[in-house]
């Protein structure tokens, strides 16, 4: 991923798609612009998750976007997406970097700054930092960080920092302000009436 990373970071989550079909948001968020997604589906099975995980990855290469896969390297792997991104109780980054293909990206969630340290002194190509604001996306969210704490941590490390929790069209360009070269965003564009239009609401607004 390197220093730029786009500044629309979307997250399909399986907890909160309803009816919705991963495949379909998937396209509609690239059809919108979104060159960045990831998808999350923590109680679906293994099988499940490749086969999106697969279907995702193709229609990313058709649009030259990137996709990550949230918890699963393996399944990042098999699946042909651009890389895993890691919870701080799933495999270390180090060891994840030898279940992946070379090329493969890692990102990183981190809710300290002490974690936001060690990801630093990591292999990891990018560090998710949150939740900044209160968020529907967790049933335990770890404590809500705010602006101050994206500063702080922005101040301790050089790779690119996503904000993640929280974030919406009316807060994301403070977000932006207050450090960070992206924001994820879910509930704000899963929950949305038109989810393309929503897209392009958050690109018009980041600038991308």
């Known amino acids: 991923m390197g220093s730029r990373i786009p500044h629309l970071y979307a997250i399909i989550d399986a907890a909160q798609m309803g009816a919705k079909s991963p495949l379909l948001v998937a396209e509609t968020l690239l059809l919108a612009g979104v060159r960045l997604i990831q998808y999350r589906d923590k109680t679906g099975t293994s099988r499940r998750l490749y086969d999106v995980s697969q279907e995702i990855a193709g229609q990313a290469r058709r649009w030259n976007a990137l996709f990550i896969v949230n918890d699963r390297a393996d399944i990042a792997r098999s699946s042909g997406a651009h890389g ?6 799933d495999l270390p980054v180090e060891m994840a970097r030898r279940v992946l293909r070379d090329g493969q990206q890692i ?11 060690q990801a630093e002194s990591s292999s990891a190509d990018y560090v998710a930092f949150g939740p900044i604001f209160a968020t529907r996306s967790k049933d335990r969210p770890d404590p809500v ?46 929950a949305a009436e038109d989810i393309g239009a929503r897209a392009r609401e958050f690109l018009r607004l980041l600038g991308e």
Do not use: F
Request: proline fraction near 3%; hydrophobic fraction near 50%; avoid cysteine.
């Open 84 to 89: 895993v991104h890691l919870g701080q109780e």
């Open 107 to 117: 990102g990183i969630s981190t809710h300290t700054l002490a974690q936001v340290s």
């Open 145 to 190: 960080v705010g602006l101050d704490g994206l500063r702080q941590a922005r101040a301790l490390t050089r790779k690119p920092l996503v904000a993640i929790g929280g974030i919406t069209l009316t807060n994301a360009p403070a977000v932006i302000e207050a450090g960070a070269d992206s924001v994820a965003v879910i509930h704000d564009l899963l």
